[in-house]
């Protein structure tokens, strides 16, 4: 299959994802989530209001301020600075039985006292980051059988918050670098029998880097299709099998480009109304098809043909404690796309947990963990090499009305790696806000 054939339908699908698109809830089987930190501002709008009355419409806008002791996320000579932030986010549900949509929308800036350093093009760094994104998502029951949804996504960002590098299929860079981002799906799911039926989709995935030096390795389209097999086995469980095709599609570095196919099995299983749990394992067959047939790369484990093969296994839990405290909880193992510009590929494991507590009706306390160790995959022109990111936040809100919410957070993200040049940072960044819904 030519990969470039592609290119012209990712294009009207990408100009379709910047006009609608919103982030989705990540489950086993291919959905996936994106939680920028501007998203994140305003989705925090929704906890700790208190249990006030809500409207499908709400406006937000936040202000905050704080310390950051890395604000470059480098490895050495890292500068500190205050900060502040002002970001504007917007949600609108509407929609009736048969059909339910929700749109959201925002942007943020954040500016920095004191910046200095330089990029990766020996320019100085601006005194200040910009976050937007705007989202759509659509539900519909076309018939008593055939239910046809779209997640669609879009997001500029200065700096990805560790949602982002952790809860999605699409790989990007921890450092600190402008770039685009968007993650389309569209399903559709036919029930041929009362314990039957199949869920067929579609994912596009678009990065694309300010930076020409990173844009050059990392700016790609990423096509993955799909189609699950599903029995219901017992009320509260499903067995699942599927089959994906995957196509990387790199907009310059085309050596990079692939096709995979994955072959996986599964099941979703509801515990109760309150814990439910998804799993899929299989593996993947990956071949560079961007490699002329006398460019054979030499794998560290494999026998120099450009092919690999790997397993793969997700899996997702969610836990409702009470009415007060949620707990949710992700896993993945799988072949990626790496970060390193020599690097063909990576075997990545990533987990996040992230819980949720009601203090009180107003107060809301939130841990979010995550943690990603990634095996470099060596070839003839470096050797192999690993790295381990740690992330930890923690957040507490305080709704003084229907209107007004004061908060306070601590993040710390560390990045160890055996790779001698740059690859290594650590960060704490501690901000307090007050937040305005309407």
Not at 95 to 102: D, E, F, K, Y
Not at 209 to 229: A, C, K, L, P, W
Not at 392 to 407: K, T, V
């Amino acid at each position: 299959m030519e990969i470039s054939t592609l290119r012209n339908f990712a294009g009207a699908a990408a100009a379709l994802a910047l006009m609608c698109a919103a982030p989705h809830t990540a489950k086993a089987g291919g959905a996936s989530s994106f939680s920028q930190e501007v998203t994140n501002e305003s989705a925090s709008a929704e906890l700790g209001t208190g249990k006030f009355e809500s409207l499908p419409f709400k406006v937000s806008v936040t202000v905050r301020g704080g310390y950051d002791d890395n604000v470059n996320l480098e490895t050495f000579d890292q500068d500190e600075s205050l900060f502040t932030n002002a970001a504007l986010g917007v949600t609108y549900q509407f929609g009736n039985a048969r059909t339910q949509m929700s749109l959201s929308a925002g942007a943020g800036g954040t500016y920095y006292f004191d910046r200095n350093g330089d990029d990766v093009e020996g320019e100085d760094f601006d005194d200040y980051d910009v976050n937007a994104y705007l989202g759509f998502n659509i539900t519909h029951r076309a018939t008593p059988r055939l239910s046809l949804a779209a997640a669609l996504f879009a997001s500029y960002q200065s700096q990805p918050d560790f949602g982002t590098l952790n809860r999605n299929t699409f790989t990007i860079s921890r450092q600190s670098r402008d770039f685009f981002f968007s993650s389309n799906r569209f399903s559709a799911t036919y029930a041929w029998t009362p314990r039957f039926s199949t869920a067929s989709s579609y994912t596009l995935g678009i990065i694309n880097y300010d930076d020409s030096f990173v844009s050059f390795f990392e700016d790609r389209f990423e096509h993955t299709i799909g189609n699950e097999f599903r029995f219901l086995v017992m009320p509260m469980t499903t067995l699942v099998g599927e089959y994906r095709f995957g196509i990387v599609d790199y907009t310059d570095f085309d050596a990079r480009s692939s096709t995979s196919h994955f072959l996986l099995a599964g099941f979703d299983h509801s515990f109760n109304p309150r814990f439910n749990m998804s799993a899929r394992g299989g593996v993947e067959f990956r071949s560079f098809e961007g490699l002329d047939n006398d460019d054979d790369i030499d794998f560290d484990d494999d026998e120099g043909d450009g092919d690999r093969t790997h397993p793969y296994a997700e899996a997702t839990l969610n836990y409702a404690l009470g009415q007060r405290t949620s707990v949710s909880l992700f896993n993945r193992y799988s072949l990626e796309q790496p970060d390193f510009a020599d690097a063909f590929s990576r075997s990545t494991y990533r987990t996040s947990l992230s819980v949720r507590h009601n203090i009180t009706p107003r107060i809301v306390a939130g841990l979010n963990f995550a943690y990603q160790h990634d095996d470099y995959d060596g070839t003839v022109a470096f050797e192999s090499f690993t790295e381990d990111a740690f992330d930890i936040a923690l957040s507490l809100r305080y709704a003084i009305n229907r209107n007004f919410a004061i908060d306070a957070g601590y993040q710390h993200t560390e990045v160890i790696s055996d790779e001698s040049l740059f690859r290594e940072f650590s960060r704490n960044r501690y901000y307090g806000g007050v937040t305005f819904t309407f």
